[in-house]
């Protein structure tokens, strides 16, 4: 891979992206879609991931396929390691997650929900990138990026689980970019706010600062090109974080029970 990053993609790149149905995943594809390059689009939804692959291939970029699931842990190890193994991975995105929030009128989310958010957001996720990073670092090169949210800054009672699983997937990521940067693989912590994707459009409530998910897809892409350890947006999310911090503890909490947000079943 070269050594300049901050630009666009370079041919001869590979890049595996999860969650590559629909959107951040399917935006990056197409960021990133161009001749020379050659993208593995892992999704749960084949047929939908068939459409991003398409619009893919349409730009010149080489694509292949999985329908993976990522509360399969074992699964989708064996999965990266047949695919690397057969073609290096240079650059792996791990955008696919669950946003479930408490379900109205429950005290909590089910514990279903919370082993299977668990697994999607936190525990396959810092298995791939443990794996990937092993095998980055013996080449020397390499970038991972991780897919977090503000939502890690905060108690929110809403949604424990979610913010729970990011904020771990969170510290993991800065741990393990301090421990890859003497290897030059570069690990990229992504924490946006709200994105205008249909796990932002199941919600009902107060969407601050929404982003497009193609604006969003470029400002991501650009940070795991150009190494970045940490990128935050939009910036006032960096603003809310530090007013949390400095707010008593009883106080936050009690700004964070008030909020009102619904959220519609998942159709997938």
Partial sequence: ??????????????????????????????????????????????ERLEKTAEDARSKGASVETRSIDLSDAEASL??????????????????????????????????????????????TPVALATEAANRMAKRRQGRIGLMGSVASFHDLPLATVYSGSKAGIGRFSTALHAAMVPYNVKVTLIAPGFIDTPMSQRLEGDQAFLVPVDKAA??????INAGRAVLV????????????????????????????????????
């Fill in 1 to 46: 891979m070269p050594k300049q990053d901050h630009g666009a993609p370079r041919k001869g790149w590979h890049i595996l992206i999860t969650g590559a149905s629909s959107g951040i995943g399917a935006a990056l594809a197409q960021y990133y879609a161009r001749p020379g390059v050659h993208l593995s689009l892992w999704a749960r939804n084949q």
């Fill in 233 to 268: 947006f939009p910036w006032a999310f960096q603003l809310t974080r530090a007013l949390e911090a400095i707010l008593p503890r009883p106080i936050a909490h009690r700004i964070l029970r008030g909020l009102e947000i619904m959220q519609h079943p998942s159709s997938s």
């Fill in 78 to 123: 064996k999965a990266f390691g047949e695919t690397d193994d057969q073609h290096p991975v240079d650059i792996l995105i791990l955008s696919a997650g669950m946003a479930d929030i408490r379900p109205e009128g429950a005290l909590a989310e089910s514990a279903d929900v919370a082993l299977k958010m668990s697994m999607v957001n936190f525990a």
């Fill in 218 to 223: 470029r400002k991501i892409a650009r940070a």
